[in-house]
């Protein structure tokens, strides 16, 4: 299984930027999927997640700001970051679980698959 991210890139604050997770060596469909993210300093955290059944999973700091998607006809999960903040800096993981219940979703341990990270860079 392969996982590879995208998308990251310096933007000014109030920006936008699309990540984008492409997954290869595994059934898509029934895949979950997720964004963490890990700023300096900080330990990762979790940021975003779709369930293979569609259901979408977000922490507070972004509710209203991103969006998480999949189009599993291209093996691809993608995160819309809009209205940026510096805040949001941080270097950008997506993770995949086959097996993942609902409880754990938001969990890192929940994922047994990870890709690279792809760094977000928000300027004030």
């Known amino acids: 299984v392969q996982l590879q991210a995208s998308g990251g890139g310096l933007v000014q604050a109030g920006g936008s930027l699309r990540l984008s997770c492409a997954a290869s060596?595994?059934?898509?469909?029934?895949?979950?999927m997720a964004w963490f993210r890990q700023a300096p300093g900080l330990e990762r955290e979790f940021v975003a997640a779709?369930?293979?059944?569609?259901?979408?999973y977000y922490t507070d700091s972004v509710k209203g700001r991103f969006t998480i998607s999949r189009d599993n006809a291209k093996n691809t999960a993608y995160l819309q970051m809009n209205s940026l903040k510096p805040e949001d800096t941080a270097v950008y993981y997506c993770?995949?679980?086959?097996?993942?219940?609902?409880?754990?979703?938001?969990?890192?341990?929940?994922?047994?698959?990870w890709g690279q990270g792809t760094l977000v860079t928000v300027s004030s």
């Open positions: 779709i369930k293979w059944t569609r259901s979408e």
């Open positions: 993770a995949a679980s086959t097996t993942i219940i609902t409880s754990e979703m938001t969990k890192q341990r929940g994922y047994e698959y």
């Open positions: 060596g595994i059934n898509f469909r029934s895949t979950s």
